[in-house]
């Protein structure tokens, strides 16, 4: 039979053991390497977007509803969000009635923008802009100060006492000051009135 250099068998399996090690080594470090990128990635996403993705189609914390649904019939008030909405049809009497007991249908722009503003509530994003159990709601900048100037001269009334959002002299700084935040954790208004009444 052929005869085998016993030096050229070692050389072919130690080589052959070298390069598979070397190989599995390398697989092993490319593995560790993508895992990691995946948990940095996850992370960065987490902190970043997902507590957008987390809160959509979530409902306020105070409201007895958790996720957006469509409603279990015809709303009477905040029928913008009649496709998808966090309110059910007693829920937006409930909001008519408040609004109508806080300022008065005939001055039609401050109504539509303190409407809009309760009605914020039904939005399937309410999560994101309601906080604390009161379900307190962040405004995005341009809507709190678009707010006061509609309605700073309008008298409106909580419990059959009348104030004006102005009293005192403050300016839409005070009236914001603690209301506002920056978007997507802000509520930027569906209905801009072009004018004041």
């Known amino acids: 039979g052929r005869s085998i250099n016993p030096q050229s068998c070692y050389n072919y399996y130690y080589n052959y053991y070298y390069h598979s090690t070397l190989l599995w080594i390398v697989a092993v470090v490319v593995l560790l390497l993508v895992a990691s990128c995946s948990s940095v990635a996850g992370e960065i996403n987490l902190k970043s977007g997902s507590n957008f993705e987390r809160n959509y189609l979530v409902c306020a914390?105070?409201?007895?509803?958790?996720?957006?649904?469509?409603?279990?019939?015809?709303?009477?008030?905040?029928?913008?969000?009649?496709?998808?909405s966090c309110c059910n049809v007693n829920l937006t009497i409930d909001i008519k009635s408040t609004v109508d007991s806080l300022v008065r249908k005939e001055c039609k722009?401050?109504?539509?923008?303190?409407?809009?503003y309760k009605c914020s509530e039904c939005s399937p994003?309410?999560?994101l802009y309601h906080v604390g159990e009161t379900s307190q709601v962040r405004l995005c900048e341009d809507y709190c100060k678009k707010l006061f100037?509609?309605?700073?001269?309008?008298?409106?009334?909580?419990?059959?006492a009348p104030f004006y959002l102005n009293a005192g002299g403050i300016t839409?700084?005070?009236?914001c000051a603690g209301k506002i935040d920056k978007p997507p954790y802000c509520y930027a208004g569906r209905k801009f009135p072009t004018e004041l009444d």
């Open 61 to 84: 914390p105070d409201n007895p509803q958790q996720t957006a649904d469509r409603p279990d019939g015809p709303l009477v008030f905040c029928k913008e969000y009649q496709e998808l």
């Open 109 to 116: 722009n401050c109504y539509a923008m303190i409407a809009d």
């Open 125 to 127: 994003h309410a999560s």
């Open 149 to 160: 100037d509609v309605c700073k001269d309008i008298l409106l009334s909580v419990e059959y």
């Open 172 to 175: 839409w700084q005070q009236f």
